[in-house]
């Protein structure tokens, strides 16, 4: 009943109170939800500072198309800025000397520069231009983007250019140091960093030490990446890639440890996960598929190495370019290394052939040391065919390369050299590899002793700690749910309250008020009395008997209904609407004049007349009319019994009158005057 809906058994104060007391519990509520979920869902991120150069070189390196933002439109044209845009497209070109100069130029004006995150890619281009150049980076450009990111945080998110930067460098343990001593002070001295950012600096950091040895470090550091990745969630590409990245090392990690069914498990795992992004989906599980095959293949399971390679088909398509020869030369070498192991030396020279021709046309390796893995399958082959002479000149010659040991072949080489010399009866060279291979596994076993037992204990610890999470998490969700449900039925208690409430005091046919909310209006102001300026209106439907008798009772409450809907629509929505009894009603205008108040009553005749409802029996005209009476209270204080009796009586004079029209009566006090249109 739209009368009612601001109010509440009737005083409309009351009824305003109890509406903020509704929205403030709703507003509260809300609150609190929204405050869970800021917390629950804030990521440390930082807010958003890109500027105008920022924005040019992320966009650059996400989609290698440069894109000018409008604000560029800030910078002159021969500003700092303005140059490395130009800088940027000549590197696009690859028109790399005049890039050169230009990045060279923009340092020396650095001084007039705007945009702080200047520095920062003027020095990561200058240093991937010496990259190209002579095949390592520089780390006075490090220093420089490291100083830059001091400069505006902001940039420490941008991992697709720091990293790369500082992998340029990265080359031994010192170099490898150094790098691990910058990402470490970045995570340290920032840590509002996305979670992609967080992932891709902990994973560098994670790999640089498998690869310098510390598997034990290296693999709890990749086992927090991923614990980060579930706590955050997943949702981007990139997490995706980086959960892949930290997965395959665990994998990695077990093979290393020649712990080779639970590298198979975890390889098989990461394969299953299903990415969203068919692009990194391959990018990242590549490596996975060539190390599961491997995995098979020191299992002594070549039918199963070569059905991994064969499920890789689908997904080196979505490879980038520069890649797909590399992992092509991976497969085959392990194709290779499955035939020789079946003893098919034809298929395996067929694979190796393919292998190096891959090798010989790749643009970037997608695995460290390809070369060296195919020149040891090439010694494999050799051995195999009784070229042992060959066999020897390829073992003794990466017996002693830097780039063999960097990839982790030392162990296959001393392993194979055993045999080869066992079979050639150098007993003296027997010995000394064989010396070689005993400390070999000395120290791997001591190392696995040590670095497994620190992971087990760390990954159980991990385990339990991640159960106790999940059963906190559960527990506070649970009871967030409950103080939900708490809410939601204290709301609804209250609600259901006012319903019923507002349910007593509306009659049941005509949805207006009743007799019993007109008690309740007159108990309110029982000790005060009526304030001035609320008039009463009485109505009363002309010959509704006779209606009931030509239509019926059922049409007669519709008539009913249609005649309050009228009354209702032709007054106030803060006015009062009572079905007085009967056919009678009672409207209640408070702060109103006399002069409104008689237009309401003209109004609600117009309505009646517009509506017109069919009345053949009315001895006043053919449509469903009203008699109105108008008492204009113009006293304060005055009784409702009293100002109810003055409405009637203006209703009766109305009905004299002939009806379907309306009489006022103007009450003073003692003196009533009639004050009839």
């Known amino acids: 009943m739209a009368g009612l809906k601001n109010r509440l058994l009737l005083d409309r104060r009351k009824i305003s109170t109890m509406k903020k007391v509704i929205f403030f519990i709703v507003f509260m509520v809300s609150i609190f939800f929204i405050g869970v979920f800021v917390v629950e869902g804030t990521k440390p991120i930082f807010w958003n500072q890109k500027t105008p150069v920022y924005q040019v070189a992320s966009t650059y390196e996400e989609k290698k198309a440069i894109e000018v933002p409008r604000r560029y439109g800030l910078y002159s044209e021969r500003s700092p800025e303005q140059l490395f845009l130009k800088g940027l497209q000549a590197f696009d070109a690859e028109d790399y000397g005049n890039a050169k100069t230009i990045f060279s130029q923009i340092e020396e004006q650095m001084g007039k520069a705007n945009d702080k995150a200047l520095p920062f890619y003027v020095a990561f281009y200058q240093n991937q231009l010496q990259v190209m150049e002579e095949g390592n980076g520089n780390t006075a450009y490090i220093e420089k983007m490291l100083q830059a990111i001091t400069a505006y945080p902001y940039l420490a998110n941008d991992h697709c250019h720091v990293w790369p930067a500082l992998h340029s460098i990265a080359k031994d343990e010192t170099t490898d140091g150094y790098v691990i001593a910058a990402l470490e002070d970045i995570l340290e001295k920032h840590p509002r960093l996305s979670t992609d950012a967080v992932s891709r600096y902990n994973n560098c950091i994670a790999m640089l030490d498998f690869f310098d040895g510390n598997y034990g470090k290296s693999i709890r550091r990749f086992y927090d990446v991923n614990m980060l990745l579930e706590e955050r969630g997943i949702n981007t590409n990139f997490s995706w890639g980086q959960k892949l990245f930290a997965n395959s090392y665990i994998g990695v990690f077990y093979y290393e440890f020649d712990e080779y069914e639970a590298a198979t498990q975890i390889f098989r795992d990461n394969i299953a996960l299903e990415v969203p992004d068919p692009i990194i989906n391959a990018e ?150 064989l010396q070689d291979v005993q400390k070999q596994e000395e120290e791997k076993t001591a190392i696995m002793k040590q670095e497994y037992l620190e992971f087990s204990q760390y ?85 509704f008997k006779k209606y009931n008798d030509v239509y019926g009772h059922l049409e007669g409450d519709e008539a009913l209904k249609q005649v309050a809907s009228i009354i209702r629509r032709s007054v106030r929505k803060k006015d009062f609407c009572i079905r007085y009894g009967g056919e009678e009603f009672l409207v209640i205008l408070e702060n109103i004049t006399e002069i409104q108040a008689e237009t309401v009553c003209q109004r609600i005749l117009r309505n009646m007349e517009t509506a017109a409802i069919p009345h053949t029996a009315s001895e006043v005209a053919q ?55």
């Not at 610890?461 to 009871?479: D, P, T, V, Y």
């Not at 103080?483 to 509306?506: D, E, S, Y």
């Not at 304060?636 to 004299?656: I, R």
């Open 459 to 543: 990954y159980a610890a991990s385990e339990m700690l991640k159960k106790e999470n999940q059963l906190l998490e559960i527990q506070r969700r649970l009871s967030y749910f409950l103080i939900a449900v708490m809410v939601f039925i204290l709301l609804l208690v209250v609600g259901f309250g006012i319903f019923m409430r507002w349910n007593t005091f509306m009659d049941p046919l005509t949805k207006i008020q009743n007799r019993k909310a007109l008690h309740v209006y007159a108990k309110k102001h029982q000790q005060k009395g009526i304030p001035m300026n609320t008039h009463l209106i009485m109505l009363d439907i002309d010959f």
């Open 284 to 433: 990242r599980k590549y490596s996975d598929y060539i190390n599961l095959s491997s995995t098979y293949l020191d299992l002594g399971k070549p039918k199963e190495a070569k059905e991994v390679c064969e499920e890789m088909g689908p997904i080196i398509p979505y490879i980038r370019d520069s890649l797909q020869d590399s992992v092509r030369a991976s497969v085959y070498d392990n194709l290779a290394r499955a035939a020789i192991l079946e003893g098919d030396l034809k298929e395996a020279l067929s694979n190796i052939e393919k292998a190096e021709k891959s090798l010989a046309t790749m643009k970037e390796d997608a695995f460290y040391g390809s070369d060296q893995f195919i020149k040891l399958t090439k010694a494999k082959y050799a051995y195999a065919a009784k070229d042992y002479a060959k066999a020897r000149n390829i073992l003794e010659e990466m017996k002693v390369s830097q780039d063999a040991i960097y990839a982790g072949l030392e162990e296959e080489i001393n392993t194979l050299l055993l045999e080869l010399y066992k079979e050639l009866g150098e007993e003296e060279l027997y010995q000394q590899i």
């Open 623 to 677: 449509v469903v009319t009203l008699s109105l009476g108008l008492c204009a209270n113009e006293t304060e204080g005055t009784a409702l019994e009293t100002l109810l009796t003055k409405a009637d009586q203006a209703l009766y004079s109305a009905k004299e009158a002939g009806r379907n029209t309306f009489r006022v009566i103007s009450y003073r006090g003692e003196e009533e005057k009639p004050a009839n249109p």
